[in-house]
């Protein structure tokens, strides 16, 4: 990569193609600020530069200066994601700021779709098609703040998942992404369907911007439906869980929008946080949304409450109006924040993992007891309807970390064990590579390596991200060793490298 004066010239250029006042920085607060998350405990760096774009061809610059002068290249958005995706790599690396690119461009509600920037958030999409008065919404929806370049990148999904799906599946009709060679594609046409060649857009999808920065997508809209919102208690969770599959699979589960577990620990740090308009009872839950016309959502109703009264349910109750229906539904989108005000001067640690539907009750049951041993302090909320949870995971100082990092890879490895993944939405980044080939096999990550080395040789795209190693190739003789493991790669020209070099590897 480039050497500490080569990073400077690149600075330069940026700041003579960038000449408005705030489009470049290197304002140390704010290279660290874009480098490392609060909610993050993964290896950080901070960058060299920031950089704001506000269009295609902006990146297209940038991105040309930064394979000209040979500087990574880290791309970063809405700032909400967990596992280290827009850190910064050392010695230095140029942080693209695509939260400016927010506009809608077009929107074609005779074909349900609309075209948009990366940097646009999904609830100000949805916002403004309600503002408009168009019945459309996009129906993906993870965290609060979540942009559609981060939601691209790390193939995300949310609470509507169980009725939608995930961003692996049609929402994105088209992605325009800059290569790193500096070219511009579209991979695919406007049309809700195509057969023509590899599906290009869910190359895209998942890869975490190590294959190219996506700037524009045409997004899929669905019918926004009536619906209404349903809360069911139970004495466990193992009650709660195995109801779920059962509503699904009745005639009336295709009117299940969503369907959500909040633990007990969970219920409690609503209440304390005080987000609640009213004391919740603290018992294991599944919060429902329904969908349909009015008898259809009553007749799904009925279906659902002699379900989870089968089930041991003695609570079942409708959100009165709209305004306590959007006050319950609340309190699952802000989890973490109940979580934090619940524990004040704690940290958080949240990870996610998802196992097959049936598998669920065992995962949480094992999950729950094993923090309950280690003496940590959680509330767990997940999407039961498709097998994904979230941990929350509290501690109070650095010494504690270890005992956390800890309980989070056996709650993965508890998971796989399950013919789970280590991730079903929060991405892979830096935090859960490690875990890969033991998930997908070693020739399958060789196959995202090949592709990776294909698309970007130079390996500028955010490296040491998913599957990657920060090292380029060819090297010289590298040798890294402790007791666990020897690394080392040959055919390095002395002048290939200027500076430090830094592998980033978590050792069982």
């Known amino acids: 990569y480039a050497s500490p004066r080569e990073i400077k010239v690149s600075i330069e250029k940026l700041k003579q193609a960038f000449p408005e006042e705030g489009r470049v920085t290197t304002d140390p607060n704010v290279l660290n600020e874009h480098g490392s998350s609060d909610n993050s405990y993964h290896p950080t760096s901070p960058h060299a530069v920031v950089v704001r774009a506000l269009s295609t061809e902006d990146v297209v610059q940038i991105v040309k200066i930064a394979s000209e002068c040979k500087v990574p290249m880290v791309v970063y958005s809405g700032a909400t994601s967990l596992e280290g995706h827009y850190s910064g790599v050392s010695p230095g690396s140029i942080c693209i700021d695509m939260s400016g690119m927010d506009k809608i461009l077009e929107i074609h509600e005779a074909d349900s779709d609309l075209i948009c920037q990366a940097g646009a958030q999904w609830e100000d999409i949805n916002q403004t098609l ?165 008898y259809a959502i009553k007749l799904a109703a009925k279906t659902v409450q002699a379900i989870v009264k089968e089930h041991g349910s003695d609570r079942f109750e409708f959100a009165g109006t709209e305004q306590e229906a959007e006050d319950l539904w609340q309190n699952r989108k802000y989890a973490l924040t109940s979580t934090m005000g619940a524990h004040p001067g704690t940290r958080c640690w949240t990870t996610d993992v998802c196992v097959p539907v049936s598998k669920l009750p065992e995962l949480v049951y094992e999950t729950k007891k094993d923090l309950a041993q280690a003496g940590l302090r959680s509330t767990i909320v997940g999407h039961v309807g498709d097998g994904n949870f979230h941990a929350l995971i509290l501690f109070e100082n650095d010494e504690e970390l270890p005992k956390v990092t800890d309980a989070v890879h056996r709650l993965v490895h508890r998971a796989l064990d399950l013919d789970g993944t280590c991730t079903g939405e929060h991405g892979v980044g830096i935090g859960k590579k490690q875990y890969l080939s033991e998930e997908l096999g070693e020739g399958t990550v060789e196959l995202m390596r090949s592709i990776k080395k294909a698309v970007d040789p130079m390996n500028l795209m955010n490296p040491g991200k998913v599957c990657f190693l920060l090292l380029p190739s060819p090297c010289h003789q590298l040798t890294v060793k402790n007791s666990s493991f020897i690394l080392t790669r040959t055919n390095l020209k002395p002048d290939d490298y200027t500076g430090e070099i830094r592998c980033h590897m978590n050792i069982p």
């Not at 509507?160 to 579209?186: C, D, H, Q, S």
């Not at 911007?209 to 926004?224: D, Q, S, Y």
Request: hydrophobic share 40%; proline share 7%.
């Open 130 to 294: 309600k503002d408009k008065g168009i019945p459309l919404f996009f129906p993906l929806d993870p965290g609060p703040g979540a942009t559609i370049g981060g939601m691209v990148g790390t193939g995300c999904s949310g609470t509507n998942a169980v009725r939608y799906g995930t961003a692996k599946a049609e929402w994105f009709l088209n992605l325009t992404v800059v290569l790193p060679n500096g070219e511009v594609i579209k991979t695919r046409r406007r049309a809700r369907k195509s057969s023509v060649g590899f599906d290009t857009t869910k190359l895209f999808i998942g890869a975490e911007g190590t294959l190219g920065i996506v700037t524009e997508a045409t997004l899929r809209l669905a019918p926004r439906l009536p619906t209404k919102v349903a809360m069911a208690q139970f004495k466990n969770v193992e009650q709660a869980v195995n109801a779920v599959q059962d509503i699904l699979n009745s005639p009336y589960g295709p009117h299940i929008q969503c369907v959500e577990l909040l633990d007990d620990h969970m219920m409690h740090a609503i209440n304390v946080a005080g987000i609640s308009t009213r004391p919740l009872p603290v018992r294991d839950t599944l919060f429902f949304k329904i969908q349909g016309d009015h």
